[in-house]
T-cell receptor, first 114, second 115 residues
């Protein structure tokens, strides 16, 4: 069975600092995709970044980058130059290719301090 | 391009009642999935519909059901509501080709409170 583990329930970070949100995953399937989503208090799940299991390079999207370490089954999200608007819940998630079901971690609540 | 639209956004129901939630996917997307989010259980997959057929199902009781129409809009229904059904219900839209990578988008969700 697939599993996503996020070990940081909450984090406090000073504005403009970089922040790393941890994520490890477990699957025996070689074909999968990894996602990070941001969920503000409004509830909407906002897509941030995606990494396919066969992608050779780490994914980047603006201030977001995904530190993908396949051998360690790790997919950490790095947010550079954090902003007050980054305060939200962040979810790491996985999907097997060939399946539309997404498995989510428990999330990390990020607080950006002014 | 319009995003995923869920209605209603907020609703309050009484135990024993039933509720119907609606999701309109992104134009051209044929797959709609539903998730339940609660503080205790986190995000859990309910079911997925593709071309009007249920293609995948999570581990929820039969009180939770859904359907999809020919225009890809989907509804989910919860009958005989229980207090534990209070949750944020999220709908996800995708093209439906299962090797389509990251093309999965979520709506804003429907907040259901059961009293």
């Amino acid at each position: 069975a697939q599993k996503i583990t996020q070990t940081q329930p909450g984090m406090f970070v000073q504005e403009k600092e970089a922040v790393t949100l941890d994520c490890t995953y477990d699957t025996s399937d070689p074909s999968y995709g990894l996602f990070w989503y941001k969920q503000p208090s409004s509830g909407e799940m906002i897509f941030l970044i995606y990494q396919g299991s066969y992608d050779q390079q780490n994914a980047t999207e603006g201030r977001y980058s995904l530190n993908f370490q396949k051998a360690r089954k790790s997919a950490n999200l790095v947010i550079s130059a954090s902003q007050l608007g980054d305060s939200a819940m962040y979810f790491c998630a996985m999907r097997l290719l060939g399946d539309d079901k997404i498995i989510f971690g428990k999330g990390t609540r990020l607080h950006i301090l002014p | 391009k319009a995003g995923v639209t869920q209605t209603p956004r907020y609703l309050i129901k009484t135990r024993g009642q039933q509720v119907t939630l609606s999701c309109s996917p992104i134009s051209g997307h044929r797959s709609v999935s539903w998730y339940q989010q609660t503080p205790g259980q986190g995000l859990q997959f309910l079911f997925e519909y593709f071309s009007e057929t249920q293609r995948n199902k999570g581990n929820f009781p039969g009180r939770f059901s859904g359907r999809q129409f020919s225009n890809s809009r989907s509804e989910m229904n919860v009958s005989t509501l229980e207090l534990g059904d209070s949750a944020l219900y999220l709908c996800a839209s995708s093209p439906g080709q299962r090797n389509s990578g990251n093309t999965i988008y979520f709506g804003e969700g429907s907040w259901l409170t059961v009293v």
